[in-house]
């Protein structure tokens, strides 16, 4: 495997580390569907121990059929329809701060999120969007999307607006999810959906599960075109956000010298990502926050560097690698990191990859599984592929994830 060893370029005295840490024990999935696609699409991925049961997910998908329904739980304790009328003002404040049109709650929506929320408490666990069927969310089923989540409340514990933003806080950040691509933002960001619905259960042993369902009619579908929409959703294809901004992460950006790396202008703004870039055979230039290149340091080959915004500068694509110091996306590997213990299928005997995107004369055989902890993106083409050793990759839409297999 490539070193994992981090190098810090001499010029900075600052190198952003971005954290993996899943303290919080939380985990979240998200998915989304357009109305006119017939095939289904799953994006979340599991935890891989089957004893960790925290979690969030995105959905968007209306394939399966199963009709689930299960007894409300709640703590006491919790006013849980405080904590549901918090999740929808906390969602539209923050559309509000990128400029989109609020979501209106309709209680058809709610009833079948909160059947949706009992069911995940039921099971004690996140169902990878298997028991969800869009078509129970009629006539608000056009562009269907769920985001659903499992933490302990005690993650965000507060009066009912605390909650709330907790919720939407892990839905925008994806800080503890597994498998990480800022769908949930996406879909709560979408400029293209009207209509949502929420469940929450509250555990007596102090779970919350919340179910997040998102959805058009018929005549708010018409005010958009499929090509709109499609065009604005690229879950499925990377692993970073579309741009936007949200006060309660934002103020959690860097201080001193790095905060002018976090100040967007007219020709420089950043996109969030979970991962890094890998340099290959060559030296590679850094360059400052204007896109002017630096003459006295570069990074050396072959190295990791972690990076946690994907910046554009004057229309040009960079990965902030440290203070004031960014890379060009055309001269290094992005990759996006996930927890430890992701297993992946060859759906056939599979052709190998090397760093460089380049298919060599190595195959893995049909059916085998593979660990990965890296998957990476060509930004030109949107082809994803997994790693699963040195300098040996596989192509996304040779393999299946198995964390979507029950």
Request: no cysteine; charged share 20%; aromatic share 10%.
């Amino acid at each position: 495997m490539i070193s994992t060893k981090k190098k810090i370029a001499v010029l900075f005295s600052t190198m952003l580390v971005m954290g993996t840490s899943v303290a919080n024990a939380t985990t979240t999935f998200a998915e989304t569907t357009d109305a006119l696609q017939a095939n289904s699409s799953e994006v979340s991925n599991s935890n891989a121990s089957n004893n960790v049961k925290q979690g969030s997910s995105q959905e968007t998908d209306n394939a399966n059929k199963t009709n689930n329904i299960a007894i409300t739980q709640a703590s006491s304790s919790y006013n849980v329809s405080a904590i549901k009328s918090a999740i929808v003002n906390e969602t539209n404040r923050l559309r509000s701060q990128n400029g989109l049109d609020p979501i209106s709650e309709v209680a058809l929506l709610d009833s079948y999120a909160q059947r949706r929320a009992d069911t995940l408490s039921d099971a004690n666990d996140l169902d990878y969007h298997k028991g969800w069927d869009a078509t129970q969310m009629a006539p608000y089923n056009q562009d269907a999307e769920e985001n659903i989540l499992q933490m302990p409340i005690s993650n965000i514990d507060g009066d009912a607006t605390t909650i709330g933003q907790g919720v939407i806080k892990e839905f925008y950040q994806e800080k503890n999810d597994p498998d990480p691509n800022y769908g949930h933002r996406k879909n709560i960001l979408n400029p293209y959906v009207g209509f949502m619905g929420i469940g929450v259960t509250v555990t007596p042993s102090g779970m919350i599960y919340v179910a997040q369902e998102i959805g058009n009619n018929d005549e708010y579908a018409a005010k958009s075109t499929a090509i709109q929409r499609n065009k604005y959703y690229y879950t499925h294809d990377n692993d970073y956000a579309n741009v936007s901004k949200y006060d309660l992460a934002d103020s959690e950006r860097n201080s001193g010298n790095a905060t002018q790396d976090y100040t967007q202008t007219d020709k420089y703004t950043y996109v969030d990502l979970r991962g890094g870039v890998s340099t290959l055979g060559n030296y590679v230039n850094m360059y400052n926050k204007t896109g002017k290149a630096y003459t006295n340091v570069r990074l050396a080959p072959n190295t990791d560097w972690y990076s946690d915004i994907m910046a554009i500068i004057n229309g040009t694509y960079f990965f902030h690698v440290s203070t004031d110091g960014y890379v060009l996306a055309t001269d290094i590997l992005p990759w996006a990191s996930f927890l430890p213990g992701k297993v992946i299928r060859a759906n056939s005997d599979t052709v190998i990859y090397d760093d460089y995107g380049n298919p060599t004369n190595r195959y893995v055989s049909t059916l085998s599984e593979w660990q990965t902890d890296r998957r990476s993106v060509n930004l030109t083409a949107n082809v994803k592929y997994y790693r699963i050793g040195t300098n040996a990759w596989l192509k996304g839409s040779d393999v299946t994830d198995m964390a979507t297999v029950k």
